[in-house]
């Protein structure tokens, strides 16, 4: 029977050591990040930057919306991989944190590509639909709680075979484990349900990271 390989420490730093380099910035980021104490787990992982920035550049992706943007790592990485005219729309709720980001967006020349709107998320994706924005990636990593809001927001964003990205959806492992019961593991799990039955997308999860669950809009 196939048993799929731990990724241990290890393993990643040789996976690391074997694949395409990250920015300067991107380096920046991180080692910003790790001042930042317990918070600093809000960030993607190398491994799912680099996916996310594959994922771009493989399907000719010129528009992206992401909500929850952090201190910018996400954001950043997707946008280098935009082309020269592409375009990224960052959602975050915190002022001071997106002032962070932003200084790292402009000190890697990526701020011309990166429209970041700092207010509550869903009164800004109702006003993108307003508009009729459409996009061809969405990327969410924010409040779990309302991951069913946003993914029936982003449905309506993201064009027809574009994709739907959601991070922490293996909830380091504890949706797996049958005696792990609190709200925040139950909410996963609720909303992992949810994309599971939905009629409107085919999808998967992929192990990479806290998990990935990806989208694509039929």
Not at 75 to 90: E, F, R, T
Not at 139 to 147: E, L, Q, T
Not at 173 to 178: E, L, R, Y
Not at 189 to 213: A, H, Q, V, W
Request: charged share 25%; aromatic share 10%; hydrophobic share 40%.
């Amino acid at each position: 029977m196939f048993k799929n390989i731990e990724v241990t420490q290890d393993l990643l730093d040789y996976i690391y050591s074997h694949t395409s380099s990250l920015h300067p910035i991107q380096k920046e980021i991180l080692q910003y990040n790790k001042t930042l104490g317990d918070i600093q787990r809000m960030q993607i992982s190398e491994s799912q930057a680099l996916f996310l920035q594959f994922v771009i550049k493989f399907n000719n992706i010129t528009s992206c919306l992401e909500i929850g943007t952090f201190t910018g790592f996400s954001a950043l990485s997707m946008a280098l991989a935009l082309p020269i005219d592409g375009k990224l729309v960052a959602l975050d709720k915190d002022k001071e944190i997106s002032k962070v980001a932003q200084s790292f967006f402009k000190k890697a020349k990526m701020d011309n590509k990166i429209s970041t709107i700092i207010e509550n998320a869903e009164k800004t994706l109702k006003s993108l639909i307003e508009v009729n924005s459409i996009f061809d990636l969405v990327f969410i990593d924010a409040d779990k709680a309302n991951y069913t809001t946003y993914f029936d927001f982003a449905i309506n964003l993201v064009k027809r075979n574009g994709l739907i990205i959601f991070d922490n959806v293996l909830w380091h492992g504890d949706v797996a484990k049958k005696n792990v019961t609190d709200d925040q593991t139950e909410l996963i799990r609720k909303f992992n349900m949810y994309i599971k039955n939905d009629k409107k997308t085919e999808k998967t999860i992929l192990p990479i990271g806290d998990g990935l669950t990806i989208c694509r809009k039929l």
